[in-house]
């Protein structure tokens, strides 16, 4: 028996191993939680009654090392739910139309941290950005995607109170 002969039967069980853990992990989609506006995103609003125009750019999906997270639509569109469920909330819907463009979206599971600009398009035009951290940096990426996931909407939370603050809250 050679040499080759000897490796074949371990390197073929190493093989499958690899196989079938990939495969889980390709199936799994951490899961984002539904945005809920709160008193502090409404109060940012205060001093502004504003319409949401379109919110577009961004990615249309987000993925976490070799994962997807399972968001319950495109970014852009979980932004602009926020930002209508906030004006609603703070009943400061109905004003002027300002449209939004999601500049950068990223996520970093090793050092933790999530990095978004959005572009505000209204008559004074601004940019939010803001960077958002949670517990990343391990070996295990099921878990810190599940936490990169589970940060998304104060990730959306935070652009939502810059956003208005900037359209004079």
């Known amino acids: 028996m050679t040499f080759l002969d000897r490796l074949a039967g371990p390197l073929l069980w190493i093989i499958i191993f690899l196989?079938?853990?990939?495969?889980?992990?390709?199936?799994?989609?951490?899961?984002?939680p539904a945005y809920r506006a709160g008193a502090e995103e409404a109060a940012a609003f205060r001093g502004a009654k504003v319409t949401v125009g379109t919110v577009t750019g961004g990615p249309t999906s987000v993925t976490c090392r070799a994962l997807t997270l399972d968001l319950p639509e495109p970014p852009a569109a979980y932004?602009?739910?926020?930002?209508?469920?906030?004006?609603?909330?703070?009943?400061?819907?109905?004003?002027a139309a300002v449209s939004f463009e999601v500049a950068r979206l990223e996520v970093d599971s090793v050092a933790g941290r999530w990095t978004a600009a959005v572009r505000v398009l209204g008559p004074t035009p601004f940019v939010v950005s803001k960077v958002v951290t949670f517990d990343g940096g391990t070996f295990d990426g099921r878990g810190a995607c599940d936490r990169a996931a589970q940060a998304f909407p104060e990730l959306v939370r935070a652009l939502v109170i810059g956003i208005g603050l900037g359209l004079g809250g």
């Open 19 to 32: 196989v079938i853990a990939l495969t889980g992990c390709a199936a799994y989609r951490p899961p984002v």
């Open 79 to 95: 932004l602009r739910h926020a930002l209508t469920d906030t004006l609603v909330r703070a009943d400061r819907a109905g004003g």
